[in-house]
Nanobody
Framework: QVQLVESGGGSVQAGGSLRLSCEAS???????????MGWFRQTPGKEREGVAV????????RYTDSVKGRFTISRDNAKNTLYLQMNSVKPEDTAMYYC??????????????????WGQGTQVTVSS
């Protein structure tokens, strides 16, 4: 089974920056570069929200409207690692952030449908 481990979360002031990482291992059949990867977030009492997705090759990315222009998803396939660069963070960005892997990228950012493997999450807290 694919294992995903997030890191890089923490507390940051509004307007600051944070970079999340997700290291993948244990993939079989598919190599890491075959997987669509995504970042999702969730707060207590709210439905999980898709943040961004990136194709296996890194050839395309998609973002939810609320983070467009502020967050950047990227991947380093040689290191089996996914990243989320978070700039100009807002208190509304406070959430548990999860990375996930799936066979296909959705045509639109969704709540996680089609993603089969998930990390344990890393907490991001933005203070105003």
């Amino acid at each position: 089974q694919v294992q995903l481990v997030e890191s890089g979360g923490g507390s940051v002031q509004a307007g600051g920056s944070l970079r999340l990482s997700c290291e993948a291992s244990g993939y079989t059949g598919y190599t890491y570069s075959n997987y669509c990867m995504g970042w999702f977030r969730q707060t207590p009492g709210k439905e999980r929200e898709g943040v961004a997705v990136i194709s296996g090759s890194g050839g395309f990315t998609r973002y939810t409207d609320s983070v467009k222009g502020r967050f950047t998803i990227s991947r380093d396939n040689a290191k089996n690692t996914l990243y989320l660069q978070m700039n100009s963070v807002k208190p509304e960005d406070t959430a548990m952030y999860y990375c996930a892997a799936g066979k296909y990228c959705p045509v639109v950012v969704n709540t996680g449908q089609g993603f089969d493997y998930w990390g344990q999450g890393t907490q991001v807290t933005v203070s105003s």
